[in-house]
């Protein structure tokens, strides 16, 4: 616990820098809980975890189906699998969007092209196979899947003069830059058969049960920068802290912004809703994403929460 006055500092690798995330520390949220955040950006999500296996940081910022992955397949890229336990809900998935190069104009022009992902079986590929298998394109079949990285790499790797694929997945107010880069969007979460949770704050298991009062109170500094990111009257600030971390200029802090807070941005409460996670258990299961073959069962389920349920 730490002395009244002090911060107890807490090591996060993450995708992106979240308006909660953001104004937790640069108002001092997570300050007035005695918690200095100290965030590092990852490229992907393979290299995410194998930093968090070697003990990099103490927590992630990461998609569900990340921490579902590690946990329950020794087939990833580390040979084994991981003591990985969600926490709470960050966001709903940041907008999540399948977003074509400029010369694609429906679905139907990416069959026989490339799609880009974080990783072909973590992360949020899944998502992207199932907007567009609705029209009817599969995987391997109908494209290529290739790896570029993290949603800021494959933003980048989409708006240059020569796009790395035909289409990707893009969240996190890099789908509305894109579109204002004249880049289409094929897709939404909408598209997805109901709610959805995208990332979520992860702990290995050991860690947590060794500093569950840092992480609650890393939470609770959370839920108090949530709050003050969705008031009204905090708007322009909140845009100004947006441009600050992404480096925008505040016009496209102001589109961002919008986007994030947006109906699948972040999350209002940070309870991960069972519906939600559900979701994304099935969502792995119709991609033949589980070693054992289907869904783990109710117990081994339990462990995928730092409290044995989402709460």
């Known amino acids: 616990m730490a002395l009244p006055g002090s911060t107890e500092t807490l090591t996060m690798g993450a995708f992106a820098p979240s308006p909660g995330l953001v104004a937790g520390m640069r108002r001092g949220f997570f300050a007035r809980h005695g918690v200095d955040l100290v965030m590092e950006h990852v490229p992907s999500s393979e290299e995410q975890f194998r930093g968090f296996a070697e003990g990099r940081w103490d927590v992630l910022q990461t998609a569900l189906d990340n921490v579902v992955n590690y946990r329950f397949n020794g087939s990833t890229e580390l040979g084994r699998t991981l003591d990985v336990q969600a926490d709470f809900a960050l966001d709903l998935g940041m907008e999540l969007t399948a977003v074509g190069a400029r010369d694609i104009e429906t679905v139907q022009d990416v069959r026989g092209g490339r799609v880009g992902v974080d990783a072909a079986d973590s992360g949020y590929a899944y998502v992207l196979y199932w907007m567009l298998e609705q029209d009817g394109l599969a995987p391997g079949r109908d494209y290529q899947v290739v790896s570029l990285g993290g949603v800021a790499e494959r933003y980048a790797g989409m708006v240059g003069p020569t796009p790395a694929a035909s289409a990707t997945l893009l969240s996190n107010g890099f789908e509305a830059l894109a579109r204002q880069q004249g880049l289409r969007h094929l897709g939404t979460e909408d598209k997805l058969p109901g709610p959805y ?94 070693d054992a073959g289907g869904l783990p069962d109710a117990g081994q389920l339990a462990g995928l929460w730092v409290e044995g349920e989402p709460k």
């Open 197 to 290: 949770v995208g990332c979520v704050a992860a702990y290995r298991g050991t860690w947590y049960r060794n500093n569950q009062d840092l992480a609650q109170r890393f939470r609770a500094g959370y839920e108090d920068a949530l709050s003050w990111v969705f008031h009204p009257s905090n708007r322009q600030q909140a845009v100004r802290l947006v441009a600050q971390a992404r480096r925008l200029n505040e016009k496209d802090a102001a589109v961002v912004l919008d986007a994030e807070l947006g109906r699948w941005g972040v999350a209002r409460e940070t309870k991960i809703q069972e519906d939600a996670a559900v979701a994304v258990f099935r969502l792995r299961e119709h991609y033949g994403g589980f």
